[in-house]
């Protein structure tokens, strides 16, 4: 019976594809076959191989790239001479798929945009694109699985090719003991001012009042309540030509240790009140850093705000970083902003939460925004933030974006925010607050194994993207 899918590719070279393609089909129920022998670099068993087409192959699935090629001198590849292995199985299937009158019996499946006709009768053969994005690729090819019938035989998920998988990669290629050095999303905040003072005033139209008027520093309103470092007993207004004074009706000095690591109170301010205070104020800090250095922001779904770089505030659009602890200090560029289809410009951004443990920081969550101009994020009919265009076009960039990228975006993202190699804001008329050049980084006595390529893009046709919407309430 004729209910197998036989995968043929350039070993090792498209061993993550294959190994990436066969789990997904395996997960579907489908019955794989794969040289699993030549993965692992061992021989291969052509008897086997021939049983499987001649017997039981109802697809034999081609990995076309420039892998399958012999190359020449210099290590290109020359079309129309095909592997020695890959060659074999390929002839082969092909004198089966006849003989038997086995409709789209050979189907390719392109990575890497390999011209369509490098070798005789690739151009009449169904080519599959996976180059742009391997879930899309995967989703046609489960299309023309089930328009020409093949069937499905299984119905676990554990399958042997998902514990052989295990077993060869998975297991040697986990958390292994090395050296590690890992980095946090926590920008740590070393140290603030002894106290913040949390200010009651008769109304809201007060606290509007006042909290616009004093920008000189960080400043935050929650109700008719501000937030402070300033100490201030007064508050003088210059409105229409008019001076006048508003004073507080209550003034409460709050210890920052205290709120920290909390404290007993039945009045307000209670402990949870004076936390939450505070954490508006530290958002304040936050968006003060971004004002002065002149970022644009936009609202997400969340209300939590995301700030980005525009070709105004950047010297240049490579910004230059260093990793902490390099023997050799070198230089590496990044870029934060850059052209995106023919839509405009695509962005890195970051939104911020306040955290007090385990350390005090900004956690900073990492996004992909798209703006028309470099300047203006997308706008739908409505002159209101496309929330939906963006987020489909984040999948498509973001999806070919690994660990490594991330992190090189986000460490370069604050390097951006140096001045005079300092990153420094002003929280009150006497204290100014000095923060790192990189976050927050940690030594550990084990690694693991980071893919750095496309495997990993089928988890992510899963799990889509989390949505701005879902993030913790602070």
């Avoid at 039981?56 to 001198?73: C, G, H, P, R, T």
């Avoid at 089930?146 to 077993?167: A, C, H, I």
């Avoid at 402070?228 to 030509?241: A, L, T, V």
């Avoid at 706008?379 to 265009?389: A, H, I, Q, V």
């Amino acid at each position: 019976m004729r209910n197998k899918i036989f995968i043929s590719h350039a070993t090792p070279e498209d061993n993550d594809f294959t190994i990436w393609l066969a789990s997904r089909l395996e997960l579907l129920g489908y019955e794989v076959w794969i040289d699993k022998n030549g993965l692992v670099g061992g021989e291969k068993f052509w008897e086997t191989i021939d049983g499987v087409i001649r017997n039981e192959a109802i697809k034999f699935l081609l990995v076309y790239s420039k892998n399958i090629f012999q190359k020449d001198n210099i290590g290109n590849p020359i079309a129309g001479k095909l592997k020695d292995g890959v060659y074999k199985e390929f002839s082969f299937a092909e004198s089966i798929g006849k003989q038997n009158d086995i409709n789209d019996f050979i189907i390719m499946m392109n990575i890497d945009a390999s011209n369509y006709n490098l070798f005789i009768g690739a151009d009449r053969l169904n080519q599959i694109p996976f180059y742009e994005n391997w879930a899309d690729g995967f989703k046609q090819l489960e299309k023309k699985l089930q328009k020409d019938n093949v069937l499905k035989t299984k119905q676990e998920l554990k399958t042997d090719f998902g514990s052989w998988y295990e077993q060869q990669f998975v297991t040697t290629n986990g958390i292994t003991p090395k050296s590690e050095l890992y980095y946090t999303n926590w920008w740590e905040i070393n140290k603030l001012p002894e106290y913040f003072f949390l200010y009651q005033f008769q109304s809201l139209e007060q606290t509007s009042i006042i909290a616009k008027e004093f920008s000189d520093y960080p400043i935050s309103k929650i109700t008719n309540h501000l937030s402070s470092f300033e100490e201030r007993k007064e508050f003088i207004i210059n409105q229409d030509n008019n001076t006048f004074s508003i004073k507080p009706q209550n003034t409460f000095k709050i210890k920052v240790t205290d709120v920290l690591i909390g404290f007993e109170s039945s009045s307000f301010p209670t402990h949870r009140d004076s936390e939450n205070h505070f954490k508006k104020l530290l958002k304040e800090v936050f968006h003060k850093i971004m004002k002065n250095r002149g970022m644009f922001w936009y609202e997400m779904s969340n209300k939590r705000l995301a700030y980005y770089y525009t070709p105004a505030n950047l010297n240049t659009l490579k910004t230059k970083f260093q990793y902490p602890f390099r023997k050799v200090k070198k230089f590496k560029t990044k870029n934060l902003l850059g052209k995106h289809k023919s839509l405009g410009k695509w962005h890195y951004a970051v939104s911020v939460k306040p955290i007090l443990s385990p350390i005090l920081a900004f956690s900073l969550k990492s996004h992909i925004t798209f703006t028309t101009d470099g300047f203006n994020v997308l706008k739908n009919d409505k002159d209101e933030t496309d929330s939906s265009k963006i987020h489909s076009q984040r999948r498509a960039k973001g999806k070919r974006m690994f660990n490594e990228e991330w992190r090189d975006l986000f460490l370069a993202f604050i390097d951006a925010l140096k001045k005079e190699d300092r990153i420094e804001i002003a929280l009150s008329s006497n204290y100014t607050l000095e923060m790192p050049v990189t976050s927050q980084i940690y030594w550990a006595d084990f690694g693991y194994f980071d893919p750095k390529d496309k495997t990993r893009q089928g988890l992510l046709s899963v799990y889509e993207f989390e949505e701005e919407n879902s993030e913790d309430n602070d």
